[in-house]
């Protein structure tokens, strides 16, 4: 035997969804309420642990035949609450950098002709803290043009990929 559902009236209806909705509402707000508690009171950490930033900001504007200098400012923050062991091979190798076009072609990178002894450089950063690097790339003016780059750059062996435009 099968049971047929009785009809509704389509009052009770509207208000029977009225009521889930006003319930949904409360517990969304619940949920926010809460959530807001624990990032507010600092018991949730919404930091990533290590960020890698590059700043690259063309010095002057291009001239043709002319290098085309930016500057790069680097920098490592450590948001965890331990300290961060930082190791590269030699001090040619805490900063190093190649620049790819706007079709991810290569373009120029830095030149190998720097003077390095082969010794280990180690660092430590400290819980909390930043570590921040400032240098200045001379760009070739016959590979590069006004235009959007982009800056791939290695800092005590992180990773840092930072789009900037050539003007």
């Not at 930091?47 to 291009?62: C, H």
């Not at 930043?130 to 240098?135: D, E, F, K, P």
């Amino acid at each position: 035997m099968s049971r047929v559902p009785p009809s509704r009236d389509p009052n009770d209806v509207a208000d029977s969804a009225g009521r889930n909705m006003m319930r949904i509402g409360l517990v969304a707000m619940a949920v926010v309420g809460v959530v807001t508690f624990f990032i507010a009171t600092g018991r949730v950490e919404l930091d990533e642990p290590l960020v890698v930033t590059a700043t690259p900001v063309q010095v002057g504007t291009w001239i043709a035949g002319a290098p085309v200098k930016l500057d790069v400012e680097v920098q490592i923050v450590n948001n965890s609450d331990e300290g961060l062991p930082l190791e590269v091979s030699s001090q040619c190798e805490i900063f190093r950098w190649i620049v790819l076009d706007a079709e991810s072609e290569f373009v120029q990178s830095q030149s190998g002709g720097e003077a390095c002894v082969e010794v280990p450089v180690s660092g430590f950063l400290d819980p909390k803290h930043s570590l921040t690097g400032a240098y200045t790339l001379e760009l070739d003016p016959t590979r590069v043009k006004p235009g959007e780059y982009r800056l791939l750059a290695r800092y005590w062996g992180h990773e840092i990929r930072q789009p900037f435009t050539v003007r």
